[in-house]
């Protein structure tokens, strides 16, 4: 007795030996969606796609706290290409390509990306979750001058301003002297201090928590002293000293002009007179035109801030000098992405080749030129100075290095993966560039891949 379905079956067998060359031919097949006779009696009506991930992470979102460590990996179907992880933003928290280990750094929010290699006949593909880190409350610290007001006088107590707090308020308590007794109050609305004895204390300055601070205490002298007598015909009063201070200022080349944060000031403070010294080979700042403004010059290095105060209101005139430290800025590299590029058939056992990109984004002024490096154990591609060599189909990790630059910026290192497909140019061959490049990648234009 014949079998009916062995015609089917037959029928069958020789068009999957046409057609299995390519999953997408076979899937587009599939796909038909309409009765399909094979044989007398024998049909197909109904058939069902199933779509799946490729690869994909169990969590969406994940909190963890700052400086702590979670490793999540991403499940993979199917395809057997490797996975590896980054962070779109290092700076928040960082992670390891291999394992998908996260180390939380600092308070914010950042993504993780995994990245499948392909592997034929499944391209490379992504999965993401969003990896909020929540900050350890900190102590922020300050400096504040010791206090001295005489007896009849009031005192206006102005703020700290070096306090990382941005946000919480100050207030002031004038304590018990040693022997009890309180020598003066404050008004924390107005600021103001009031005298009442003749004497030494101290004064608790506490700034309230806000944000991802915690509340801060310092605790400076006060002293009250006596009140000056008035005067007779010829005689001058004594001059009380000057407060006025400045701290050591340091910032950065990139940062923006600024104005020196004194305190101490007494009397009229438009009367303080602000300079600037630079003893080193290069100017590191300059005084804008309204003469207390700071302008850095974009170079590293030392400066002095110089102020310069009459004297007025009973006290002395003084001169107070910070020294500036300018530093060189960080610098990160923005414009290198991951891309694809082909390996050329046909040319037997001779690298494709391709001109890295010269003129990415550095600093203005930087010395440094870009550095290319690849991942020393690829077998996909080489880099000879700017050009980088393909050998075969794959993946392979490039590394620019922007070297550091003493003047302006630190060292910056961006590292992206270049993805190698066949190309089997038709008979005439591709066109060559000048010097034997295949293709110039400066700037970098061919089937760059978007970052998620």
């Known amino acids: 007795m014949s079998n009916p379905l062995r015609p089917c079956m037959a029928t069958m067998s020789r068009i999957a030996a046409r057609i299995a060359d390519t999953a997408w031919q076979a899937l587009l097949f599939l796909m038909l969606g309409m009765p399909v006779a094979w044989a007398s009696g024998v049909s197909i009506s109904n058939l069902t796609i199933t779509t799946f991930k490729q690869i994909a992470f169990a969590e969406a979102e994940i909190s963890i706290g700052q400086g702590d460590k979670i490793t999540r990996t991403a499940t993979t179907r199917h ?22 280990e996260v180390t939380a750094v600092l308070d914010g929010e950042t993504t993780i990306i995994a990245t499948q290699a392909a592997q ?87 700034q309230a928590a806000a944000g991802n601070h915690k509340d801060a205490h ?35 080349t990139t940062d923006p002009a600024f104005m020196p944060a004194w305190t101490g000031a007494v009397g009229d403070p438009t009367s303080i007179q602000v300079s600037l010294n630079n003893p080193g080979s290069h100017v590191v700042a300059k005084l804008a035109s309204d003469g207390r403004t700071i302008v850095l010059t974009g170079l590293a290095g030392e400066a002095e801030v ?36 082909d ?75 270049v993805y190698v497909e066949y190309y089997d140019p038709p008979p005439s061959g591709p066109v060559l560039g000048t010097g034997g490049v295949d293709i110039d990648l400066t700037p970098i234009r061919r089937r760059v891949l978007p970052v998620p």
């Open 79 to 100: 395809s057997s290409g490797t996975v590896s992880y980054r962070s779109v933003n290092p700076a928040i928290a960082t992670v390891d390509a291999l394992t998908g």
């Open 343 to 417: 390996y050329i058939l046909g040319r037997g056992a001779i690298p494709t080749k391709y001109s890295l990109p010269t003129d990415l984004a550095k600093p203005a002024g930087s010395t440094s030129d870009f550095i290319f490096t690849i991942d020393g154990y690829s077998s996909v591609a080489s880099i000879e100075g700017n050009t980088l060599l393909v050998h075969r189909r794959g993946q392979a990790t490039i590394t620019a290095t922007l070297p550091a630059d003493e003047l302006r910026h630190l060292e910056a290192k961006k590292q992206v993966t």
């Open 306 to 341: 110089v102020l310069t105060q009459p004297a007025q209101n009973g006290c002395q005139g003084t001169r107070v000098v910070a020294s500036l430290t300018v530093k060189p800025a960080p610098f990160q590299i923005t414009d290198f992405t991951d891309f694809e590029v």
């Open 120 to 206: 034929p006949p499944y391209r490379h593909a992504t999965a993401s979750y969003k990896l909020k880190v929540n900050g350890t409350p900190v102590t922020p610290t300050f400096t504040w001058s010791d206090q001295t007001v005489r007896l009849g006088n009031t005192l206006t107590l102005n703020d700290p301003t070096d306090s990382p707090n941005k946000l919480g308020a100050f207030s002031y308590v004038v304590n018990p002297d040693s022997a009890g007794s309180i020598i003066a109050t404050v008004d924390n609305q107005t600021k103001v201090l009031t005298p009442s004895r003749v004497g030494s204390t101290t004064i608790t300055v506490t």
């Open 218 to 252: 310092l605790t400076v002298t006060l002293t009250v002293d006596e009140a000056i007598a008035p005067n007779t015909p010829g005689e001058e009063a004594p001059l009380s000293p000057n407060t006025l201070a400045l701290a050591p200022i340091t910032k950065v």
